[in-house]
């Protein structure tokens, strides 16, 4: 289950254009997807996904998840338990991949002030992160059906939530 609200996240601070290949890279895509996960920026980060915690943000730069449309590209980084991406923009397929997958992302215009290590907050349905001394950042705000699907952990989890048959009382 994911969620739209945390505190005191880990930030890992990449840089802009963080491409679909460098998250889920080519040579591992013939695999399931926890093998995936474990070569996720690995050209960039080589020591991240051995190092990542469940819970930890990815601050980035403008443009994050552009190139292909592989959805495997934002379920590694649900599978590594990252609570968020924080980005200027995204590519408008991974956006859409993202919150398919329960991965949550918060378009943040100053995310690039976020630092390395930096412990911060965020509540999405707020529309804020506070970092560690206290600055408040604002994000765009995300649909309510959005941050529903986030919360049940994707789009299939929603659905398989909401047509589970109901046992009689």
Known sequence: MGSSSSSGARVW???????TDVLAPG????????V???????????EFAASVQAGDVIAAGPNFGIGSSREQAA???VQLGIAAVIAPSYSGLYFRNAF???LLLLTCAQAE???????????????????AGGQALATEPIPDFLLDMVEAGG???????????????
């Open 13 to 19: 601070r990449l840089g802009a254009d963080v491409d």
């Open 27 to 34: 040579h591992a895509m013939k695999h399931g997807i926890d």
């Open 36 to 46: 995936i996960a474990r070569h996720c920026l690995e050209s960039v980060r080589p």
């Open 75 to 77: 379920a590694v980084l």
């Open 100 to 102: 398919n997958v329960g």
């Open 113 to 131: 002030q976020i630092t390395e290590g930096e412990r911060i907050a965020f509540d999405a349905r707020a529309g804020r992160i506070v970092r």
């Open 155 to 169: 789009l299939l989890a929603q659905l398989q939530q909401r047509f589970q048959p109901r046992t009689p009382s």
